[in-house]
């Protein structure tokens, strides 16, 4: 008979949301890289709304929504600016909002890999696990080297009570992430296999 092992999907998650992180290209200024404090300034004065809402956003600055809100009533970063829109509200607790978010930056771009591992997220949390997985699979299959989504997708099929699925996702995990955070994958697989 197989062993229990007890679970509890809120606490096990490995990490929360992935924020959409854009700014302003970075290019090589070479010896303008003296005057790198007066070129900071200068790029602050032309940020779109959607960087300004990041850099406040970074700072859990509440106008943050409201720079994310503008930039998409411009056409700007429109599935970006919903994605962060979406944590904010996830953060607040209104999930509703937060999914209805994830799933607009879905419809502007239904490629966008933050929007789908943060619903998944959503889905995984409110234990609509079937929902999570297609989500974590989508995510996965366009950036199949992004550890947390593996972390998630093994949980989200230990939660679907798919063993090996589970211990085969954990494996692929530990080939991808950094050995620093082996060791919770490591120890749930022996949990698994015994």
Known sequence: ??????????????????KV??????DDAGQLELFRQERDV???RHLDPFE????????????AEKL????????????????????????????????????????????????HYNLANMYYDQGNYQL???HYEVAMYMEEF???IVY?????????EDRTKAIQTLEYYLEIADPEEHYPARKLIQLLQS
Not at 1 to 18: H, N, Q, S, V
Not at 21 to 26: I, Q, W
Not at 152 to 160: F, K
């Open 146 to 148: 992004f550890p947390e």
């Open 52 to 63: 300004k809402g990041l850099q406040l956003d970074e700072k859990n600055d509440e106008m």
């Open 68 to 115: 994310y809100q503008d930039a998409i009533r411009n056409s700007i970063s429109v599935a970006d600016s919903y994605c962060n829109l979406g944590i904010i509200y996830a953060k607040r607790g209104q999930t509703i909002k937060a999914i209805d978010c994830f799933t607009k930056a879905l419809s502007v771009d239904p490629r966008h890999i933050e929007a």
């Open 1 to 18: 008979m197989a062993k229990l092992i007890p679970y509890r999907p809120d606490r096990e998650r490995k990490l929360g949301f992935r």
């Open 152 to 160: 998630n997708l093994a949980l989200t099929h230990l939660c679907l």
């Open 21 to 26: 992180r854009k700014y302003a290209s970075e």
């Open 132 to 134: 999570a997985l297609t």
């Open 42 to 44: 200068q790029k602050l």
